[in-house]
């Protein structure tokens, strides 16, 4: 019977600690088994029946685990709810903190940029500048002193160049003639002449000669510098010149045209009077007055018709060509026409050589 006994509280106490593993209160079941036990083992006690302690120990903790069973599933609930919050929590830390450093590379790769970019733009302008310098340089290496002796007339000088005296002609501006041998004093000559003596003579001048050095009557040709500021661009600008164009020399013949369309749109100088400035040069007859128109003649009665002449044989007429300017002229003849030739006429010859549209 004792040996029932012992096994029967081995069961209980047994299944009240396995009931331990749902809830902590089972624990409580345990503990009166273990007093039923001491009881048991030693009768002089309190305890009148041990061994019922022993058996209701299980008992106690079967319902204690029945009771806070469905608590402490809900407990690791929140535990595992409370788990899964810190891991959210720490994964949004992460992706905040990889989000700022993928932001921080970021605005570290456009400060590169940027700093790469801004070097690269100071490279160039560098180079530009290296460029600019260059071409400064070499503008400065094609440009001769000289001092200004006199003024022939609007766009011919004479100058001091290296102790020699040389006669320069303008590159790319035709004025109106002064001293002309055919063509006389031009409306506005006077004032061409009189500024190019005020703004030059007597001065040191700088002279940058064209490629074709010289012109046919020996003239060196070229581009005039007052300080800074090329007087041939001066004269186009002021109304005073034309752009004439004598190949190879056109090195600047955007800038001078530019100039010449301002002045022409303005109607300063040469440009007041419609038609005073052609490609060919000038037209005075665009200076004189319209003619007074012929006055009405009443016709007479005719006469009696006199008797018929005997006929008189004519000479053969010189064939004559005309064209309306150099350029239709040189279309045919490149090269221009000397006095005597069919097409040749002096409102061609400008400069009264006997050749009219030469190169």
């Avoid at 609007?154 to 020699?164: A, C, F, Q, S």
């Avoid at 109106?176 to 041998?181: G, L, Y």
């Avoid at 020996?218 to 186009?236: E, H, P, Q």
């Avoid at 300063?268 to 009077?273: A, H, K, Q, S, T």
Wanted: proline letters at 7%.
């Amino acid at each position: 019977m004792k040996i029932i006994k012992i096994i029967i509280a081995a069961i209980a106490l047994f299944f009240a600690l396995i009931l331990c593993v749902i809830t902590p209160w089972a624990l409580v079941g345990v503990l009166v088994v273990l007093v039923g036990l001491f009881a048991w083992r030693r009768p002089v006690t309190a305890v009148k029946k041990p061994f019922l302690f022993v058996l209701l120990g299980p008992i106690i903790s079967f319902i204690l685990a029945m009771i806070f069973f469905q608590p402490a599933s809900e407990t690791m609930q929140q535990v595992q709810e409370a788990k899964n919050e810190k891991i959210e929590e720490r994964d949004a830390e992460s992706e905040k903190k990889a989000a700022a450093l993928e932001e921080k590379e970021k605005e570290l790769a456009e400060k590169e940029q940027e700093l790469a970019d801004k070097e690269a733009a100071a490279l160039e302008t560098e180079k530009e500048i290296v460029k600019e310098e260059a071409s400064v340089a070499e503008e400065t290496s094609k440009l001769v002193s000289a001092k200004v002796l006199s003024v022939t007339d609007g766009d011919t000088i004479k100058v001091d160049l290296n102790g020699k005296e040389e006669s320069v002609r303008l590159i790319l501006v035709d004025t109106p003639e002064t001293k002309h041998p055919q063509l006389g004093k031009q409306p506005l000559g006077d004032e061409a002449s009189a500024f190019t003596t005020e703004q030059l003579s007597g001065k040191e001048i700088q002279i940058e000669p064209g490629v074709e050095e010289r012109d046919r009557y020996g003239r060196l040709l070229a581009y005039i510098y007052v300080g800074d500021k090329m007087f041939n661009k001066t004269l186009i600008e002021k109304g005073l010149a034309r752009v004439a164009v004598y190949p190879p020399n056109t090195e600047y013949l955007d800038e001078l045209e530019t100039a010449q369309a301002t002045a022409k749109e303005q109607g300063i100088g040469i440009w007041e009077v419609e038609n005073y400035a052609t490609e060919d040069g000038y037209d005075a007859a665009a200076y004189e007055p319209e003619p007074e128109p012929e006055p009405v003649v009443v016709a007479e009665p005719e006469p009696e018709p006199a008797p018929e002449p005997e006929p008189v044989v004519e000479e053969p007429v010189a064939q004559v060509e005309s064209f309306q300017n150099c350029t239709a002229l040189r279309a045919v003849y490149p090269d221009g026409v000397p006095a005597g030739h069919p097409a040749y006429a002096s409102k061609h010859d400008r400069d009264g050589d006997d050749y009219a549209c030469e190169n």
